[in-house]
T-cell receptor, first 112, second 111 residues
Framework: SQTIHQWPATLVQPVGSPLSLECTVEGTSNPNLYWYRQAAGRGLQLLFYSVGIGQISSEVPQNLSASRPQDRQFILSSKKLLLSDSGFYLC???????????FGPGTRLTVT | DQQVKQNSPSLSVQEGRISILNCDYTNSMFDYFLWYKKYPAEGPTFLISISSIKDKNEDGRFTVFLNKSAKHLSLHIVPSQPGDSAVYFCAASKGAQKLVFGQGTRLTINP
């Protein structure tokens, strides 16, 4: 069976500090990978998605970047965090050509 | 531009009764629709989906209805149970790459 891991579960970072969130998927190969953010009281906003190693599509211009160094690893980064980067970050995977996406447990990021 | 809308931020239903969650969309190119359930501080869990070539899909207590002419879909939960209390998101896709999510509806099941 497939499993998706995200870490850390919670993170408190000062404004201007760097960020690195990691996501890994087990039990499947060549998945599509996604990063979403849920701001307080809001829906899920797609930030980045990847259909293969080194292939990243950005959905929203922002202070964040993503990388996919390995087939089942997806990393979300920032060089300098802003207060507005606070939120609940979710990684997800899907198996093409299926539409269903499966989410990890999420990372709660608070920028102070 | 909100392509997928859930106009009810919250819904309260008595245990054992039917819960009906609604979702509207604007993009007629969407070809697949999904419902997710989310508990606080957890990732969303996939519940049920429907292709645009169908108008109904059923899985146990959960049924999704799609009305393409009205660009409307709904999720029916019968009978509602306390464990169904969560935030429900509808989502739509055009091709199997990206999902567009609604804002979510908080469902509370009262004993």
């Amino acid at each position: 069976s497939q499993t998706i891991h995200q870490w850390p579960a919670t993170l408190v970072q000062p404004v201007g500090s760097p960020l690195s969130l990691e996501c890994t998927v087990e039990g499947t190969s060549n998945p599509n990978l996604y990063w979403y953010r849920q701001a307080a009281g809001r829906g899920l906003q797609l930030l980045f998605y990847s259909v293969g190693i080194g292939q990243i599509s950005s959905e929203v211009p922002q202070n964040l970047s993503a990388s996919r160094p390995q087939d089942r690893q997806f990393i979300l980064s920032s060089k300098k965090l802003l207060l507005s980067d606070s939120g609940f970050y979710l990684c997800a995977w899907s198996r093409p050509p299926d539409h269903e996406q499966y989410f990890g447990p999420g990372t709660r990021l608070t920028v102070t | 531009d909100q392509q997928v809308k859930q106009n009810s931020p919250s819904l309260s239903v008595q245990e054992g009764r039917i819960s009906i969650l609604n979702c509207d969309y604007t993009n007629s190119m969407f070809d697949y629709f999904l419902w997710y359930k989310k508990y606080p501080a957890e990732g969303p869990t996939f519940l049920i989906s429907i292709s645009s070539i169908k108008d109904k899909n059923e899985d146990g207590r959960f049924t999704v209805f799609l009305n393409k002419s009205a660009k409307h879909l709904s999720l029916h939960i019968v009978p509602s149970q306390p464990g169904d209390s969560a935030v429900y998101f509808c989502a739509a896709s055009k091709g199997a790459q990206k999902l567009v999510f609604g804002q979510g509806t908080r469902l509370t099941i009262n004993p």
